[in-house]
């Protein structure tokens, strides 16, 4: 029986990881810990402030699992322009928390920690799609906080001897994603329209291409990195595609027969936007035999009569 | 009158910075702030805990200050490693600290942030010296905290506006050094040996070269910076020049007229250590006109004729 621990269990990804690793093993053990009161994904739950370094080292001490998934973050890069030192103090402060615990406890943990594309930062289209073995240029407090992220990650691998490894995960989406990203405020706003409740689409920049992935399949891949992927290494996370965010928008529009008037709100946009990023995910796939099952069109269809 | 404050102003650069200050600006008004209970630099001396968020918004909010030295930091790789935790503690978390104080305040201060060699990690010796337009690479827990250093400080000068340049210093000697570092120990044994009371000297591995840069020659830099320095940028403070630190220990002996016997004591060895390392200084002698006045030979000479 394998035993997983999961961080920022009561996150988006994290009720799509629980569902995937309970479906593929049969007798995991699966411990979450959040920051929300209750968590009703049916494993044992920690309530705990991960920055909080006697907690965390209590709690994994005790467990002793065999995986964990570090997902607990700040999600938002928008959010991190906004509060800058809160995302310092939540994604800087509770990755050192956990590796701390799982070196001082000598436990022999393989840890998956889920790092973020905005590590990239800028590179000019003839360069897509980004490869890991870039150079790194992070652009937002966000971006620098992942950065760290992996860079502790790295040294904690090489030199501790911790059995870790990365991923930069590109932008995700699925049922239960929080509306302040694209593509649920994107559906939640045109059902509004089609219910006569809303007149206009609220958007910010559109005319940019971003790399979309189903977080079903970011789950089965985190789960097959937990097994397959390389001590020390980062794997870029993406469907390897980019989407211009106009078109998603007309595909939705055409799934409920919708043609509203779209405004740009300039609160969404983000200083520093740039106009196509997609990633390479080859290095994954080689690694974890991974095919993408979830595809963005049809996705999108599910997405919609979902929450219709 | 300018106003200038230092942090970390009682560890070893901050003396050598405020002599270099007053000696160019006659009407220089220094405050410092440090860990230690007082100061005897005839500076305005705070005793804080830079890493009380509260603390450093209330001082610089009271003295706004027309240039902020940032040089309070964890300062040694050895120590890193031994305690990571606290590294990260200290390192990541003052920064953060003095930067949203700046950003919060308004204030228009112009600060120096002092990194290190450290972030560029190990380069073959075909590719030295190594300049600032390298990919980087920490491998230590140091080293990692240096760079989210410099990643944030990047971010709050191009997004948020702060007037930040930025330093990769490399290995630093002079007067006053704490002997944990390799010259001032080196000298220290000596003397002990030339006086009797020690036999054999103790070292590390002493068949790698480094670049090191006088603590005067460093003074003048960042001050330099100060004024000329361009915001957003990073510059590398260095002789440029590698030396052997065997042909140092040979130097040293000569002038002392003694040959001990050297052994190698294995908790001074690193882990990662590589063979050579040297900076490039074309960057920050254009844009300051800098030139190196205080060189190794002669220098070692100064230090252990002031130590005898």
Redesign the interface.
């Given at each position: 029986m394998s035993t997983y621990l999961i961080t920022g269990i009561s996150g988006f990804v994290g009720k799509h990881l629980v569902s995937c690793i309970l479906q593929k093993d049969k007798n995991a053990c699966i411990y979450g810990v959040g920051k929300r009161a209750c968590c009703d994904l049916g494993t044992h739950y920690f309530r705990m402030d991960l920055k909080n370094?006697e907690q965390v080292s209590r709690l994994l001490k005790k467990v002793r699992p065999d995986f964990i998934i570090h997902l607990a973050s700040m999600s938002s890069v928008q959010e991190s322009?906004n509060n800058?030192?809160e995302c310092?103090?939540v994604n800087?402060?509770v990755i050192?928390n956990v590796l701390?615990a799982v070196k001082d406890n000598n436990l022999s943990s393989r840890i998956l920690t889920v790092g973020s594309s905005e590590v990239y930062g800028n590179y000019p289209e003839h360069e897509m799609p980004l490869k890991e073995t870039y150079?790194?240029n992070?652009?937002?407090?966000y971006?620098?906080t992942k950065?760290?992220q992996e860079?502790?990650c790295?040294?904690y691998a090489?030199?501790f001897g911790l059995d870790i490894v990365m991923t930069r995960s590109f932008n995700h989406f699925g049922a239960g994603q929080d509306d302040k990203f694209f593509i649920p405020s994107l559906v939640k706003q045109l059902l509004e329209i089609k219910n006569g409740d809303k007149k206009t689409l609220l958007v910010g920049n559109i005319d940019i291409k971003r790399d979309f992935i189903n977080v079903n399949d970011v789950a089965e891949i985190y789960y097959k990195l937990l097994y397959d992927g390389k001590k020390g290494e980062v794997y870029n996370v993406c469907s390897g595609k980019p989407v211009l965010l106009r078109e998603i928008v007309t595909h939705c529009c055409s799934i409920l027969n919708i043609n509203p008037e779209i405004i740009v709100d300039r609160q969404r946009v983000r200083?520093?936007d740039i106009y196509v990023i997609y990633g390479d995910n080859s290095k994954v796939k080689s690694v974890t035999g991974w095919q993408q099952k979830y595809f963005l069109e049809s996705s999108l269809k599910d997405i919609i009569l979902g929450n219709e």
């Open positions: 370094q322009w800058p030192q310092f103090d800087a402060n050192i701390t150079p790194l992070p652009i937002s407090p971006a620098v950065l760290f860079n502790i790295k040294v090489d030199s200083p520093n």
